[in-house]
């Protein structure tokens, strides 16, 4: 699957390079340009479907195991929960937010509903060596750590490498969280 994979991503970029050079050189012309968009497209669905699977495969949970976690977390409403709290965090480095925000409270990721949960009854679900729940404890983790940096970094009078941290690693991790969490749900709701 790996190798699968590998190939078709090699695929996707030489295409992607052959096409830009032919739309430098002016030697592609606006139908074949649609033609290889929407086969480069294509290629990138498979692409995209082919790790989708493979990251379903990595929670590995049965019909029942899903029904009870959907009755214990509700994983939309924790992926609304985060982009609450990213904008929260937005709004803070943006000197929109009164008040502060307790340090200790957002670099752990024990605290918030998601993070009792991966810390609590998801243990009783996956086993300890489960790569999908353990890559969602770590992104999880990394997600608050980034973020207790950036108020560090506010509260330094450090807005510089404050907004640095949010609009790289932050952002970054954010995104492999809601990347995560989506496939998650997709496992929870797919029968």
């Not at 929407?38 to 379903?56: E, H, R």
């Not at 009792?116 to 679900?125: I, T």
């Not at 404890?137 to 207790?148: C, F, P, V």
């Amino acid at each position: 699957m790996k190798k699968l994979s590998f190939i078709i991503n090699v695929v996707i970029v030489f295409g992607i390079s052959v096409e830009l050079v032919l739309i430098l050189f002016g030697k592609l012309g606006a139908d074949q340009l649609l033609i290889s968009s929407a086969v480069s497209g294509l290629v990138i669905l498979v692409s995209v479907k082919l790790l989708q699977d493979t990251l379903i495969k990595l929670f590995g949970l049965t019909e029942n195991q899903k029904e009870v976690i959907k009755n214990e977390i509700n994983i939309m409403d924790e992926i609304e929960a985060h982009v609450a709290w990213k904008l929260a965090l937005q709004n803070y480095l943006d000197g929109k937010l009164k008040g502060e925000m307790s340090l200790d409270q957002i670099m752990r990721d024990d605290q918030c509903s998601l993070g009792k949960w991966l810390n609590g009854p998801a243990q009783a679900y996956f086993c300890a060596n489960n790569k999908g729940i353990e890559a969602l404890r770590e992104q999880h983790s990394h997600l608050h750590t980034a973020a207790g940096f950036v108020v560090k970094k506010i509260r330094e009078n450090d807005l510089d490498a404050a907004k640095k941290i949010m609009d790289g690693e932050l952002r970054r991790t954010f995104h492999e969280v809601m990347r995560t969490l989506n496939v998650l749900n997709t496992v929870l709701t797919t029968k």
